[in-house]
């Protein structure tokens, strides 16, 4: 019996193996080929698979940077950059998050803010862009800064309609309005804000002589005209206790000015003794407030004691007299402690 010849087998396997590798090569290059990613999140890579920054600024990081900045022995503010009152310094900041530079990216417009009357603020313009920083590594910087202005807590917008904005300068004069008013707008070519300030034209002014405003800081120098007296001497403690940016100082001011108030005096009566000076003069008119130099941040009513105690039995004036008195020396001195305000006399005259 004759069975049929078989066919060679390579003829039937050969074919099957190279299917086999050529189905292997096309699933290995589909696993192997970039997807395409549908969301922004993921889109956070280049082609070079390289993590891409986001260069948004938070309020974390605000408060981290502000928290380093004022070197606070312990943190001024927390993650939510809101203040902790660490010994009464800081205020929470006023800050609007908002992409000023134009990169796509959010930037922060901050107004720090010092407790107590709100009168003292700073003003910061902060970006991570690194087209303005210089660094690629997202590291934040401040390109404006401007001392004693802000956005104003009672404005409803900080934004004019040039897409400008509008900072507040304290009232110092205390007239119920802003002293001036600066308005910012970015240019792009320069990096950085231009300025126009304009002077509040309702501002009170003294009839009798024209003085600087009567407002200091701790920043201060030697030589500066405050209100009708000149500074001589400021020291400013900073300490593990006392964070730099804290209003606590000692400051001496010269120049002969003559202040109207309530005279406080000894009675006899020991039932009246107690802390404190003496001889003080004590509610001052407004004119005279406005000659005495007087800290942003200090809340406290204006007042000060005598410290040539001795001079004043060579004046016809009693306890209660309203008083015109002359100095040459003050001393204002802001300190969380039983101290006062002194005053070297030169002359004292009772108001007829």
Sequence with gaps: MFRKKPKNIWLILVPI??????????????????????????QLTNSN?????????????????????FD?????????????????VYDNPLYQITDFTGDGYKDALVTIYYSGSGAMRDFYAITKDPAITGISAGEIKIVYEKDGVGFSKSASDWSNSNGGYNLTCPDSDRNGQPDCTVVINWNINSKT??????????????????????????????????????????NHP????????????????????????????????????????????????????????????DTGTVWFGVKNQDIMKNFAVQNGDLVDMTINIYEYICFPASVWNLADVVNVKKVQ
Excluded: H, W
Excluded at 23 to 31: C, K, N
Excluded at 77 to 83: A, E, G, L, M
């Design 193 to 234: 804000f231009n300025e126009q300030q304009q002077a509040n034209t309702n501002k009170t002014t003294d009839n009798s002589t024209s003085l600087v405003s009567n407002i200091f800081t701790y920043k201060a120098k030697p030589g500066d005209k405050v209100g009708a007296m000149t500074l001589v001497k400021i």
């Design 17 to 42: 193996i190279l299917l086999v590798i050529a189905a292997s090569v096309a699933i290995g290059y589909y696993l192997a080929k970039p997807k395409q990613q549908d969301n922004t999140q993921n």
């Design 238 to 297: 900073t300490n593990s206790n006392y964070p730099a940016e804290a209003d606590y100082v000692y400051a001496e001011f010269t120049g002969t000015v003559t202040l109207r108030g309530r005279l406080s005096a000894p009675t006899g009566n020991s039932e009246d003794a107690g802390m404190g000076p003496e001889y003080s003069l004590n509610n001052l008119t407004q004119d005279s407030l406005k000659k005495l130099p007087y800290l942003q941040s």
């Design 72 to 88: 606070c022995s312990k943190q001024c503010f927390n993650t939510d950059f809101k203040s902790l009152n660490v010994l009464g």
């Design 49 to 69: 698979n390289q993590q891409v920054k986001n260069y948004d600024i938070t309020a974390t990081e605000l408060a981290n940077f502000f928290n380093n900045k």
